[in-house]
């Protein structure tokens, strides 16, 4: 069992009895954290206890990692479209540079401009378009376009 100081940044949590997953965004002093819900929302929670209520989500080690890493991953256990879309980005960005090409100054020529944070960003939109929502969207703009 982990103490409050073994609470580690940028890692998920996931909640004993309620089964809630939340990252943890910053530790603001020893018993202060600053928490991310699956919903977006972000809370201060002030506990002792929060390493005693939570336990530590594990990560699972792959051979070939992400690169474009969206983020809320923990949703593919139960939206596996989602993480069919997230593969789908990773691959075409492997291969191809997809994002490498559409962000670049010079479209012909693109030279590592692509920071963290635009992969973030594109890999959380393309796996937002697997989730149900995303699927309505693409299905309204689907039939928007037969018209």
Do not use: C
């Not at 997953?21 to 002030?46: D, N, P």
Request: net charge positive; aromatic share 8%.
């Amino acid at each position: 069992m982990l103490t409050n100081e073994q609470i580690i940044p940028g890692r998920l949590y996931k909640h004993r009895k309620t089964g809630k997953v939340v990252e943890i965004l910053q530790a603001l002093s020893w018993h202060k954290l600053q928490l991310k819900h699956a919903s977006g929302r972000i809370t201060v929670q002030q506990s002792h206890y929060f390493a005693y209520d939570y336990d530590l989500v594990p990560e699972k080690k792959t051979k070939d990692s992400m690169k474009n890493k969206g983020l809320h991953q923990y949703r593919f256990r139960d939206n596996p479209l989602e993480k069919k879309f997230a593969e789908a980005w990773e691959d075409s960005n492997k291969h191809g540079r997809t994002l490498e090409y559409l962000l670049a100054k010079d479209s012909n020529r693109p030279n590592d401009e692509v920071t963290d944070r635009d992969r973030e960003v594109a890999a959380t939109v393309i796996q937002w378009l697997g989730s149900p929502v995303g699927q309505g969207f693409i299905s309204d703009m689907e039939r928007v376009s037969k018209e």
